[in-house]
């Protein structure tokens, strides 16, 4: 391990230093500022050369800028020599614009892939990725990571008749697989989309009368979709209702709207950094990432397989 470096841009530095603490390292030295006129400012504050890096750097909110912090940082750190760069992307931003939905529209995840990889990663390590065929837009090893492990551990003490409901058909899989874990019965809510970020519920297939409905997906960025279906599963029987989601995004009003909600408690977690506003709400139960993450630093650091985390 003498080898192994991790570094962190400005973007979840927590998460970072719970991965360091996982592995008995330190984080590595690096100053990610900025210049008085805006731009980005990095200087790595140690030798890397000879050295198998690893940057933390989830391209959440403010997305530009930590895309930006993580491309300068690449290129510093591989002009510094380091023998193997490793991109750990919690949260892959920019995922949903993953195809051409109507015309003259850009394909933004493939573009970020490609200004990552060019920038000097020599392989990707995220977690729960929007869409699956994202890794196929790095021309690179990409490690998809699941927070499934930490979210059923934590499920399994709800109580109650459970049913896993997917918010839409997008996300029947993921939903799937975490009733097939729990042995619970699996509902999916059939909504349209309208324009982004607002979404109207039609209806739901599957029984949630008498039932604790557990409303899973990816990400939650706005609220509506998530709230709409809380409304909807209550107003077709659920006992209760919780929300749970890797990525708390949390933008625009989403945190008000989750704190009037229906919802009981809206488990995440720690991928992306909560606001001060969110900290504050009682409702959101945040779980740590960091030793799934850091587990898998270490075994690709030693060259051993990755996907036997979660079999």
Do not use: W
């Not at 409702?283 to 993450?293: F, G, T």
């Amino acid at each position: 391990m003498n080898k192994l470096r991790i570094f962190s841009g400005n973007a979840n530095v927590q998460l970072a230093k719970k991965i360091c603490e996982f592995l008995d390292i330190e984080l590595g030295r690096a100053n990610v500022g900025k210049f008085s006129d805006g731009e980005i400012q990095v200087e790595i504050q140690e030798s890397v050369r000879g050295m198998d890096i690893f940057v933390v750097q989830p391209t959440c909110p403010p997305v530009s800028r930590n895309i930006m912090e993580l491309l300068i940082m690449l290129d510093a750190l591989k002009r510094a020599s380091a023998d193997r760069i490793s991109v750990v992307i919690p949260y892959y931003g920019y995922a949903r614009q993953d195809r051409k939905v109507i015309p003259r529209t850009p394909i933004s995840a493939r573009l970020v892939a490609n200004l990552i990889t060019i920038s000097g990663a020599s392989r990707i390590l995220a977690m729960d990725l929007h869409a699956g065929q994202i890794q196929g837009f790095f021309d690179i090893p990409v490690d998809h990571l699941y927070a499934l492990p930490v979210q059923l551990k934590y499920i399994k003490k709800v109580e109650g008749e459970v049913v896993i409901v997917s918010p839409d058909a997008g996300g029947v899989e993921r939903a799937r697989e975490l009733g097939k874990r729990l042995n619970a019965s699996l509902a999916i809510i059939d909504k349209r989309r309208e324009k982004a970020n607002v979404s109207k519920v039609m209806h739901i297939i599957g029984n949630v009368k008498k039932k604790v409905a557990i409303i899973i997906d990816d990400m939650i960025d706005t609220g509506g979709t998530i709230v709409k279906a809380a409304e909807a599963v209550m107003q077709n029987g659920a006992t209760s209702v919780y929300a749970c989601c890797t990525h708390p995004v949390l933008s625009g009003s989403a945190v008000e709207k989750i704190s009037k909600s229906s919802i009981k408690e809206l488990i995440v977690t720690n991928t992306i950094p909560l606001s001060e506003e969110a900290e504050k709400v009682g409702k959101i139960k945040v779980l740590d990432v960091s030793p799934i993450l850091g587990e898998a630093i270490k075994r690709i650091h030693r060259d051993e397989s990755v996907s036997s985390l979660f079999i």
